[in-house]
């Protein structure tokens, strides 16, 4: 059995205040559960359609993502100095690859982006 301090919290890294508060969130969990961080963006995998298109907007999108991380990374570490946090770039959709980053893990943390009122009907 895994100690339970070395068990990670997965925070799901997008970028937005959204994420960035539950980034906040998984820093406070971490501290006071003395346990490691792994954060995670996921690009999403396009079909290929045009390639030169699609390898235009994959590298975009790595590109963002790895910002992203950097931020994150930052803010952890100016929050809780000497914490263990990684970091891990995954390549598919959000739905299958957000759980399989987190198997392992105590906790999986995710911003919550408020539904458009379009989307509300739709769902």
Do not use: N
Request: charged share 30%; glycine share 6%; proline share 7%.
């Amino acid at each position: 059995m895994i100690p339970r301090e070395k068990v990670p919290i997965v925070v799901a890294i997008d970028g937005t205040q959204e994420g960035l508060r539950a980034l906040d969130y998984a820093v406070d969990q971490a501290e006071r559960d003395g346990c490691p961080l792994v954060l995670v963006h996921v690009v999403r995998a396009h079909p290929v359609l045009i390639p030169h298109m699609v390898a235009a907007d994959v590298d975009t999108d790595d590109d963002l993502g790895r910002a992203a991380l950097v931020e994150a990374r930052a803010r952890v570490l100016a929050r809780l100095p000497g914490a263990s946090v990684t970091d891990r770039m995954l390549k598919g959709s959000v739905r299958h690859e957000l759980p399989r980053a987190a198997a392992d893990a105590r906790l999986l943390v995710l911003g919550r982006t408020p539904l458009s009122g379009l989307e509300r009907r739709a769902a």
